[in-house]
């Protein structure tokens, strides 16, 4: 029955079940339902989805919770839909629009049926030593704010922060760009009031911690990405 050679129906690209979008706590985007791994010499694929791991963290099946139209070849997309067939919109955002605030830009997200649900804002940088931040808007929460996680850890340590990445930056530009942190992706810690409500790495995955969390607006900032 376990024998050497016996597939799973996963691992024969049979169609994968979709998960309800409301109880995603982790997701990231991509084709695959199935990674390489010790037991597997190619990966097992399907359509582009946002995609939630279950089973085995080793080993896991990447199920899908929310797709791409069919013609999407990238993340460059405004739009995932309930369907891999894209006939039923799960969640979209509008075009970026000025806030009133000066240098912020303002994406409005909406439903499928086209209700605003929400909005991100791109907040433009104080200074060129840091990169620009992030804000998500939920109706009646407080604002959810997303800063490097590197700063966020005990007093002083920005300063220090701030120096390390200079050094970083130098070092990776001197050895070509191929230094650990020239390849480790930015992560984000998303909070309201204190409370950790998310953490996201650039074009990697995304962790959501409060329940009360709208997750269509995860997947909108998750489309726009770190950009």
């Known amino acids: 029955m376990f024998g050497k050679g016996k597939e799973s129906s996963a691992d024969r690209g049979e169609e994968a079940p979709v998960l309800d979008w409301r109880d995603v706590s982790e997701f990231s985007f991509g084709r695959e339902l199935r990674r390489v ?3 597997r010499r190619k990966p097992v694929g399907g359509p582009y989805a946002v995609r939630v791991p279950t089973g085995d ?9 929310a797709f791409f139209a069919p013609d999407v070849q990238g993340i460059s997309a405004s739009r995932l839909y309930e369907d891999a067939e894209a006939q039923h919109l799960l969640v979209s955002y509008d075009p970026r629009e000025a806030s009133g605030e000066e240098g912020v830009w ?11 649900i929400g909005a991100i804002r791109r907040i433009p940088p104080a200074n060129r030593m840091v990169k620009h931040t992030w804000r998500i808007d939920q109706p009646g929460r407080p604002d959810i704010v997303g800063r490097n996680k590197l700063a966020r850890t005990r007093p002083g340590a920005a300063k220090w922060a701030v120096g390390r990445m200079i050094g ?24 309201a009031d204190g409370e950790t409500v998310m953490t996201s790495q650039y074009l990697g995955t995304y962790v959501l911690s409060a329940d009360w969390l709208d997750r269509r607006l995860a997947f909108a900032y998750a489309l726009l990405r770190d950009q």
Do not use: F, H, I, N
């Not at 963290?57 to 919770?65: A, F, G």
């Not at 970083?168 to 070509?176: D, F, K, V, Y």
């Open 106 to 116: 303002r994406y409005r997200v909406r439903d499928g049926a086209g209700e605003e």
């Open 37 to 39: 791994g010790k037991k």
């Open 168 to 191: 970083e930056a130098l070092a990776s530009a001197t050895a070509g760009d191929e230094s650990d942190s020239a390849r480790r992706p930015r992560t984000l810690e998303w909070t």
């Open 57 to 65: 963290p080793q080993d896991p099946l990447l199920l899908p919770c």
